[in-house]
């Protein structure tokens, strides 16, 4: 029986473990530093940085068996649980010179020691950009190993503490700052890289040990106070009332250090689509390591044809499988047990493995057989569909055996596939979902096609992936009831907002030159552009309707005019009322409600006084039928509407579009990076998401993206949509209110499933 010691006497076995396979990496590490630096130094470049790097690379090589030597005793040397650093003590306290006399305690920090933090701190980072899905998982199994909710910040499994070794030792070693800032990149990578690794490791060796092999990041989220969690949510979250912005591990960061790490630290519940591309690339790079360690072979990244027996064997067990799946009901549902297929696999399995002949392709099989073994047994998936997915065991085997890029990208099309499949089915309540769901039948029609054309590999692939992206978009917007309403209002919503931008640009150029006043001027633009809109879309653009709006604004620029004669003032006031009743209409017709309509015609009755009284110069009568026949044809001058940008600069509120089915999201989250508004434009539609607006968290689907994704429609699994700006939606990913309900891609899941069980018996691979 385990003593009250026993997780402690673990935690730091696991820190020794870390260490050591820190340590056995170094020389490896100050290798490619070398490498990396005679790369860059025969790379293109302008005459001053070709000299740098040039000069680096031949400055660093005598010194670094020496700084080799500082590194690993410096690391050997590192004690736990506190920072490993050098005795140069914190910034503030780092001797300079006095600021004063009279102030003794406060001194000034010299500009090295502030160059070194700041080398540091991006050090750091890159660090943390390559291994944080790894360093997240041990965060989780030592934090519960020491019963705590956070590591130390001088802990030496955080990597800002490997940082300043390394950067200790490389001063100490006497390399200078100058040529690290010009390997900068060599030096993010191998460090990296080497973190990741050691963090893989002791994440193995835990797993090993027992310790959390599943690890759970709901007790790492924090929500705001008096949140409500809708009843779709509750199998993802905890529905206490707590909350901030999304976190991993523990407290919100403290100020200090600790902040620039977390801040950047995106979690397992919303990677940044950067990031997670990494992740994935980092996951498919370790597969490949691990199985090249084993099979040499199988890192040459050259075609070649599978053996005919093994062409024959895969044909042979997709037939199998096809016959044991096939439905005995008209409804193409066959009664599967899963234990029952996933042992027909294994013994499939082991019929391809004797079939083939080389150790590639005995790898292969057992790759592919644990990956289709973790997507079987996602329970995230509808029975239904994993039925299909099980179908797809074959034709992905026929490309992975033929195409050793499978392994080596996340741009596959076979992969790709697959993970956008399941992305649409593993977002929801599976007891909820309605049986003969369009969606389960496109990915029966997808499957079959796939096993149709067995010899086309990737092209039969990459065509059904854009058949399937077409049929979302179609199914979203005509088949699914949940999201069929939504997606209207949403189109609705655009055209109007496009076409009221439209005509905004051309009222400007058409006002240009015209001396109209400021407040009209503004009217025009602000509102009476959505009034056209909005009106040119119910009745159509040459309907009396528009007409009649068309001709008030025209009137309108009249009656704003000059007017230096008795008659033509006159003329204005026994036309008004007529116009500011039509002027009432067409706020009415555009949703403006009364109170702010009063506002408007407040307002245009003053720009209307100060015009009426100023000396301005009237508008000829020849301008003004100029002005009347260019809105006529105003529809034919319009912009290409690929090329608006549906923004606040010209349109302020869509908050007048709201409706019991449809809201706006017109505030909240966070001043958006450029990497946030990246990512924004680069959600897929059918992805899941939880949502936290107004008091709420509700799991919601991307059903519909506007032109060039300006905007963006999420739908709730009871039909209720939400509608993005692109620069509010990157800002609620900025601030963690819109976090994906998937933290990672199907593959790259059941990549690492694949990775973690070739760790315990890598011996599999070739037998």
Known sequence: MATAAAPFTLAAQARRAYMETLLRAVPAAIESVLSGASRLAGEKGDLPTAQKRQTAATDIRQPMPHWQHALIEALAAAPFGRSTATSRGSLASTPSSNLAGNMPGLQLVDDDTIELEILGSRLALAMMDKASWEFTDLRARVSHLERRDELDTTDVLRPQVVARVVLDTWRATGLSLDHWRTLQAVMHETFGELVEEAYHETNRWLIGEGVRPEIDLRPFIRRSIGAHVSSGFGDSFESGPRRTNVYVGGPAPDAGAGVSEETRLMTRMGGMARQNVGHAEAVLGRLNRLVGRQVPAFADTAEMPPSPGLVRAIADAQSGVQVKLRSTGSDDRAPVSMPALLQEMQ????????????????????????????????????????????????PVLRVAVGEPDFFATIDHPARKLIDRMGACVMG??????????????????????????PDTGRRVFQTVLTEFERFLEHYFKNENEATRKGVSLAQQVEQRETLAIQYTIELRKMLNEVPVQEGVRNFLFRVWADVLATVALKSGAGSEATKLMKRAATDLIWSAGGKVSREERADVIRRLPPLLKTLREGMAEAGIVADKQDEHVQALNDSLAAAFTAKAAAIPAERLDELMRRLDDLEEMLPDAEDLQIDESLVLDLSGHESTELQIVTDGGSMPTPAMLAWARELQVGGWYMLEHRGHIDTVQLAWQGLRKQLSLFVSERGRGTLFQQQRLAAFLQAGLLVPAQDEALTVRATRSALAKLDAAPERLLD
Do not use: C, H, N
């Open 347 to 394: 013994q499939r399995k082991v019929a391809l493995k004797q079939a083939a002949t080389t150790p590639v392709e005995r790898a292969t099989i057992e790759i592919v057989a644990l990956l289709f073994q973790s997507i079987l047994t996602e329970e995230k998936i509808p029975a239904v569909v994993r039925v299909w997915f099980a179908r797809l065991q074959m």
């Open 428 to 453: 929801f309540d599976v007891g909820t979902r309605a049986a003969g769901d369009a969606l389960d039948k496109e990915i029966k029609r997808v499957v079959q096609v796939v096993e149709a054309y």
